[in-house]
């Protein structure tokens, strides 16, 4: 009967020892699965059709009421919008902006708003919105839309969009004399574009909050007035009133979404306008049809995840998303032939006009907030889309490598009599060995791991990550004459130098290497699926990265080569975090500069990536951008570990023993862990 009972004999033992000696292959597996699951996510098969959940969005699809009579209204607007930007080149003319909304009836204000910069020693910049609201006649005002437009000014490098606001103040005309508004109307127009959208925002929440002067670097004010609750919005960015598409963004700060009916609600309505729009719309002559549906659908895939990583928003549509609030950007491009629609030059911005209309006349019907239909999604083309139940499974693919891998070097850690035989064969193999360990060890006998080493050197690690997000901002380190490049720069650098040189430094007992990786290995998995959840493009391209590095990582000696843990060593080196972002922004820089030397190319991408973490460390602390975060406080700590686990330093186990010169007689077995338990 004692063998039926004997542990080391059992089943599931048995099973535990075959999936460890083939851990890699099992992993691999996990992952290839993982990626075939992606790939084939771009098949219409693994995808589905765009609908609308919301039948209460029906009523803007009804015939519209906007004329002619608006159209020449917005180009009348245009036309002194553009005297008035010769006597404001490098500000906003505020004075006419309210002038014009007073004169179409709304109730209208300014916000003003200031910026203590992080790297400006501190420098201040003040701002200023303008917005007017339309009050609900039907109703009291508990709910309200936002129409809003940024404000370019002459002087701004970028493209010129200012026909987004004599086509706002149009509408705002339109609306003024309708009496079927159920909910309240703000039109906004916003300077510096997404601080002065963030301003307003963080205005109207959390106006009544008094900011810490010392910590709080945007100080909102306080708005004259608000509507009621938000229930959706839209921006508007136009660069002309002759159109030729119209791109609908839908990326909002940290990856966010706005509700997937909100999108298919513009598709359809600007298709009834005969407006040519969509996810990423490019103009006729770049469009290829050459490409086969699939390779299409896997462009719009990939395309989608790369802006949605970053985390930056692609309008001012996306700082609404962190309150809950539906928003997307309408970007209208401008016609290159100039040809009117239909021929009459006074009926070229009527189309968009419609369209607006019956997007706020469909918002307006809403009876409660978008809930009905997916707010996690992928856009496949404009009539296409994957849900998270469908993309997930990829990201889970790829985590569980992490778990199983976790379990099985948990459950084969190594015992006392293990860590004793390994140390005495390595010190016979090297010279003619001084200290005799114990030769009656019992087969199984238990091993102390060092949990606490193994604890205080995780909080090591924990602790350069949180130094990356506390010291570039200290005010000792202002004062230090860098910019705010060099000066992030240098201390990511200095940061991850040190923890490059931990593991030489500090050498964990024995044991304690075992331990770290199960720690690591719990700890990368459980990071990643934080960060799929909260932001699944930037999730599932870590995991991709990473995982193959996870894979190879082995702290036995025994059971790798030389050349091989070499090849991981280099592999966790190149994987830096610092480097990965160096590489991106080296392609991207190489993509947009082809004719240049790749000396040039080089030296570009390096300054290039020396701003991008500046400016991740400033949307980090003013719009709660989290990339930075995840950068620094997690994945540089991830890869101080998967170092530490690359190099594989160990002590010797005999170091922990106190073996005398000449050999001792065997101790009994409870001496013995008592001994090691000292130790």
């Known amino acids: ?286 469009r290829r049809h050459s490409q086969s549906v699939y390779e299409q659908n896997l462009r719009g895939m990939l395309s989608m995840l790369a802006s949605q990583a970053s985390g930056v928003p692609t309008g001012n549509h996306g700082l609404f998303h962190r309150y809950r609030i539906d928003a997307l950007t309408i970007a209208a491009a401008r016609r290159q032939t100039h040809a009117t629609l239909k021929g009459n030059p006074g009926s070229a911005a009527v189309p968009l006009l419609k369209a607006i209309e019956g997007i706020s006349r469909s918002l307006n019907n809403l009876l409660e907030r978008f809930h009905q239909s997916f707010f996690f999604y992928v856009i496949v083309n404009n009539d296409r889309y994957i849900s998270i139940g469908d993309y997930m499974p990829a990201l889970v693919a790829l985590v569980a490598c992490a778990f199983v891998k976790a379990y099985l070097k948990w459950a084969t850690l190594p015992s006392a009599s293990e860590m004793e035989a390994a140390a005495a064969a390595a010190s016979a193999a090297g010279a003619e060995k001084k200290l005799s360990p114990p030769v009656d060890a019992e087969p199984d006998e238990p091993f102390d791991l060092p949990y606490g080493s193994v604890l205080i050197y995780l909080v090591a690690t924990l602790a350069i990550g949180y130094l990356c997000n506390v010291l570039p901002l200290q005010q000792y380190f202002l004062e230090i004459p860098m910019g705010a490049a060099p000066l992030t720069t240098s201390v990511l650098s200095f940061l991850s130098l040190i923890g490059f040189l931990l593991p030489f430094v500090v050498v964990l007992p024995p044991g304690g290497l075992e331990l770290l990786h199960v720690a690591f290995l719990l700890i990368y998995g459980c990071a990643l699926i934080a960060i799929g959840l909260l932001n699944f493009a930037l999730g599932f391209f870590v995991a991709v990265l990473t995982v193959p590095l996870v894979i190879s990582l082995e702290t036995s000696e025994e059971n790798s080569n030389t050349s091989f843990r070499n090849s991981v060593r280099l592999l966790t080196l190149i994987l830096n975090p610092m480097m990965i972002v160096y590489v991106i922004v080296l392609a991207m820089t190489f993509y947009q500069f082809p004719e240049l030397p790749m000396q040039k190319i080089m030296l570009r991408a390096a300054t290039a990536a020396m701003d991008a973490s500046a400016y991740g460390l400033i949307d980090s602390v003013i719009y709660g951008n989290f990339l930075y975060f995840v950068v620094s406080t997690v994945l540089l700590p991830l890869w101080i570990l998967c170092w530490t686990l690359a190099l594989s330093k160990r002590r010797d186990f005999a170091d922990y023993l106190d073996f005398d010169e000449t050999p001792s007689p065997p101790s009994p077995p409870s001496q013995r862990q008592a001994k090691l338990k000292k130790n």
């Open 1 to 286: 009967m004692g063998l039926l009972s004997d542990p080391s004999i059992s089943t599931q033992s048995k099973l535990v020892d075959g999936l460890a000696r083939h851990v890699r292959k099992v992993c691999l597996v996990l992952y290839v699965a993982g990626v075939v699951w992606f790939f084939c996510l771009a098949l219409p098969e693994f995808n589905h059709g765009t609908y609308l959940s919301e039948n209460a969005l029906s009523p803007g699809l009804v015939y519209p009421e906007i004329r002619v009579d608006a159209n020449r209204l917005a180009i009348q607007l245009l036309e002194e919008l553009h005297r008035e930007r010769t006597n404001h080149v490098s500000t906003t003319p505020h004075a006419w902006i309210a002038a014009k909304m007073n004169e179409f009836g709304l109730e209208t204000h300014t916000h003003n708003y200031t910026l203590r910069y992080p790297f400006g020693g501190g420098k201040e910049y003040h701002g200023k919105n303008v917005y007017g609201i339309l009050r609900a006649p039907r109703i009291a005002s508990t709910e309200g839309i936002v129409f809003t437009a940024p404000y370019r000014a002459a002087s701004s490098v970028h493209t010129d969009i200012s026909p987004s606001v004599p086509l706002l103040l149009a509408f705002a005309d339109f609306a003024r004399r309708k009496n079927y508004w159920a909910k309240d109307l703000i039109f906004l127009v916003t300077e510096q574009e997404q601080l002065g959208m963030q301003a307003w925002l963080e205005a109207y929440h959390d106006g009544d909050r008094v900011p810490d002067a010392n910590r709080s670097y945007l100080r909102p004010g306080n708005l004259p007035a608000r509507a009621g609750s938000l229930q959706a919005a839209l921006n508007i960015e136009v660069q002309d009133l002759e159109i030729d598409y119209v791109d609908v963004r839908i990326e909002g700060l940290n990856g966010k979404l706005p509700n997937l009916d909100m999108f298919n609600l513009v598709q359809r309505i600007m298709a009834r306008e005969g407006i040519a729009s969509g996810y990423k719309q490019a103009p006729r002559k770049k």
